[in-house]
């Protein structure tokens, strides 16, 4: 295809090597550096021309807001005004868990194989607010399930804490099943997109999912530096910033007598924001989902799809044990790999000059510009590995 001919050349890794790691990062892009010579551009330009707009320059919040523009499209037509930027997705986790008015009885429910940028602050959440933390499952699980989850619930659960695609083992969970049942129990559902967003296509409206984190630097093609936050206006409106500072809706008013915040909107995510936005970081990632909305995400996903059957059916036949499942739905982008030894299998595969992950398991994960020649590569070399 030749959209993915021309994406695959703006990332200078996968030409490099047999790129097989967009779960760990994209290994940076052409994308980036053009983008980041505009910016530069762009600040000089308003610096002789005098601009000004409270923490920035006014051509900078035009491209915030294109870029807010284009998150929503992304998230499946949210309003821009909802999204906050952060600098990763443990931060806008954070943000909403130490900022939401918990009561003393609260509960809130996740699973036990969560990234630690999910699990950390539900823990911080309950040392420093007192909240309940439930576990679904336990260090063996592979695939979270809804049911996991919805089983740990009462009247006392506030939130349900997940990602989309699992980190550690790829597998893929029914979020519109489990925003049904948050929607008729009244439980905010918070969901950790990084791992799928960029790759397969995601509907926080159709849903029912009332807040989404991630950051740009996986399947986005982005840079470290930079994430977002959307939060729906009901749950927006039960949290308070942890850290405020001047922006378009939190101000100081100096009236007769001591001076007091004052939050314009409460249902706005934006009031979340930083007064010195990563303006470099939102430039590239603006530049970075131009391009793959002009893709097209359902067009991304049946690219990638095919390659993820092709890679676990021949990884499957070579007796490698695939913990990720391949059935429709089930999994993202990548997939787990259990086997003896997980770093020397790794070193081996890293003298053939194939990257991935390793870590209680091996994880090889696809992106966007992946080919079936790094899938042959890829299956050529673990046919010759004597490691299972």
């Given at each position: 295809m030749d959209w993915v001919k021309e994406y695959r050349s703006l990332f200078p890794a996968v030409n490099r090597c047999v790129y097989m790691d967009t779960a760990y990062d994209c290994g940076g892009s052409e994308i980036g550096k053009k983008a980041a010579m505009r910016y530069f551009d762009d600040w000089a330009n308003a610096a002789v021309e005098n601009q000004r707009g409270g923490p920035g320059r006014k051509v900078f919040f035009d491209t915030?807001?294109?870029?807010?523009?284009?998150?929503?499209t992304l998230l499946g037509g949210v309003e821009p005004c909802q999204i906050a930027f952060t600098r990763n997705t443990n931060e806008g986790i954070n943000a909403i868990l130490q900022g939401f008015d918990?009561?003393?009885?609260?509960?809130?429910?996740?699973?036990?194989?969560?990234?630690?940028?999910?699990?950390?602050?539900?823990?911080?959440?309950?040392?420093l607010k007192g909240v309940e933390v439930r576990i679904a499952g336990d260090s063996d699980t592979v695939d979270v399930s809804p049911a996991m989850l919805m089983e740990q619930c009462d009247q006392n659960t506030r939130m349900i804490l997940v990602s989309h695609v699992?980190?550690?083992?790829?597998?893929?969970?029914?979020?519109?099943?489990?925003?049904?049942?948050?929607?008729?129990?009244?439980?905010?559902?918070?969901?950790?997109?990084?791992?799928?967003?960029?790759?397969?296509?995601?509907?926080?409206?159709?849903w029912n999912v009332s807040a989404v984190s991630a950051a740009g630097y996986k399947?986005?093609?982005?840079?470290?530096?930079?994430?977002?936050?959307?939060?729906?206006?009901?749950?927006?409106?039960?949290?308070?910033?942890?850290?405020?500072?001047?922006?378009?809706?939190?101000?100081?008013?100096?009236?007769?007598?001591?001076?007091?915040?004052?939050?314009?909107?409460?249902?706005?995510?934006?009031?979340?924001?930083?007064?010195?936005?990563?303006?470099?970081?939102?430039?590239?990632?603006?530049?970075?989902?131009?391009?793959?909305?002009?893709?097209?995400?359902?067009?991304?996903?049946?690219?990638?799809?095919?390659?993820?059957?092709?890679?676990?059916q021949g990884l499957c036949e070579l007796g490698y044990r695939v913990l990720t499942s391949a059935e429709k739905g089930a999994h993202g982008a990548s997939m787990a790999i259990e086997v003896s030894d997980p770093q020397e299998l790794f070193a081996?595969?890293?003298?053939?000059?194939?990257?991935?992950?390793?870590?209680?398991?091996?994880?090889?994960?696809?992106?966007?510009?992946?080919?079936?020649?790094?899938?042959?590569?890829?299956?050529?070399a673990a046919k010759d590995c004597p490691i299972r």
């Open positions: 915030l807001d294109e870029t807010r523009q284009m998150i929503g918990f009561s003393p009885a609260d509960n809130i429910v996740t699973d036990a194989i969560e990234h630690v940028s999910v699990l950390m602050p539900c823990l911080n959440a309950k040392k699992q980190s550690a083992t790829g597998s893929l969970i029914d979020l519109e099943t489990l925003g049904e049942f948050c929607k008729e129990k009244g439980i905010y559902l918070i969901v950790d997109a990084i791992q799928s967003l960029g790759q397969i296509p995601f509907d926080a409206v159709r399947g986005l093609g982005a840079v470290e530096s930079t994430g977002f936050v959307y939060v729906a206006p009901e749950l927006m409106r039960r949290i308070w910033p942890v850290y405020t500072a001047a922006n378009f809706f939190i101000s100081v008013v100096r009236d007769e007598g001591a001076p007091y915040l004052r939050c314009s909107d409460d249902t706005k995510a934006r009031k979340l924001e930083n007064s010195s936005p990563d303006n470099l970081g939102v430039y590239i990632l603006h530049d970075a989902l131009e391009k793959l909305l002009q893709i097209g995400i359902d067009r991304i996903w049946a690219h990638i799809d095919p390659l993820y059957q092709k890679l676990h081996f595969f890293r003298e053939r000059n194939i990257a991935l992950s390793a870590g209680r398991y091996i994880r090889l994960s696809l992106g966007a510009y992946s080919t079936e020649e790094d899938v042959e590569a890829v299956l050529s």
